[in-house]
């Protein structure tokens, strides 16, 4: 069965300083590839997905991922923090494009510093 | 309205009392999931809808756990003999017809005392 590995619990920047949140699937195939965001309060919102081609994707809000076949991984990352980003964000992996259920990761908790 | 809704947000019950949690998806929207979310951890599958049937149930824990969706639109989740265990976040989604975007509702928090 398919599964996700956020290996980072807990991860503290300074605003301005650059992330990357770590990502890792096991699958056979190549999965369909999600993150998504969850502030307090509020719904999972989707930041960005992958299903084929380019393997660098650019979603909402300045978050980028790459999608890396040979390491497993999809990593999300910004170049520059913003304290509004302080948020629990998920990776995701489905093993259809409309069809299948999401599988999570467990999240990573992001602390943003003045 | 314009996002998925889940009503009540909060529900405080005893146990082994029973419990509806009920989503209404975006309008529209064929397929409907419901997460469930335990504190510090990522939303677990339970159970998926295509229209009225539910495609994949695979993910609900046990049989107090049950869902229906009879008219392809509204969906109500149910749990019987609520155990302290249950309490969670309990999350909807849906999704249009040939789209892989999930939208997430708020979601309903469960407190079992």
């Known amino acids: 069965a398919q599964s996700v590995t956020q290996p980072d619990i807990h991860i503290t920047v300074s605003e301005g300083a650059s992330l990357e949140l770590r990502c890792n699937y096991s699958?056979?195939?190549?999965?369909?590839l999600f993150w998504y965001v969850q502030s307090p309060g509020q719904g999972l919102q989707l930041l960005l997905k992958?299903?084929?081609?380019?393997?660098l994707v650019q979603g909402i809000k300045g978050f980028e991922a790459e999608f890396k076949r040979s390491q497993s991984s999809f990593n999300l990352r910004k170049p520059s923090v913003h304290w509004s980003d302080a948020a629990e964000y998920f990776c995701?992996?489905?093993?259809?494009?409309?069809?299948?259920?999401?599988?999570f990761g467990t999240g990573t908790r992001l602390q943003v510093f003045p | 309205g314009a996002g998925v809704s889940q009503t009540p947000s909060n529900k405080v019950t005893e146990k082994g009392k029973y419990v509806e949690l009920r989503c209404d998806p975006i309008s529209g929207h064929t397929a409907l999931y419901w997460y469930r979310q335990s504190l510090g951890q990522g939303p677990e599958f339970l159970i998926y809808f295509q229209g009225t049937g539910a495609a994949d149930d695979s993910g609900l824990p046990n049989d107090r756990f049950f869902a229906v969706r009879p008219e392809g639109s509204v969906s109500t989740l149910k749990i019987q003999r609520t155990e302290r265990g249950d309490s969670a976040v309990y999350l909807c989604a849906s999704r249009a017809a040939g789209e892989g975007e999930l939208f997430f509702g708020e979601g309903s928090r469960l407190t079992v005392l």
């Open positions: 992958y299903f084929s081609g380019d393997t």
């Open positions: 699958y056979g195939a190549t999965p369909y």
């Open positions: 995701a992996v489905a093993l259809s494009y409309n069809t299948d259920k999401l599988i």
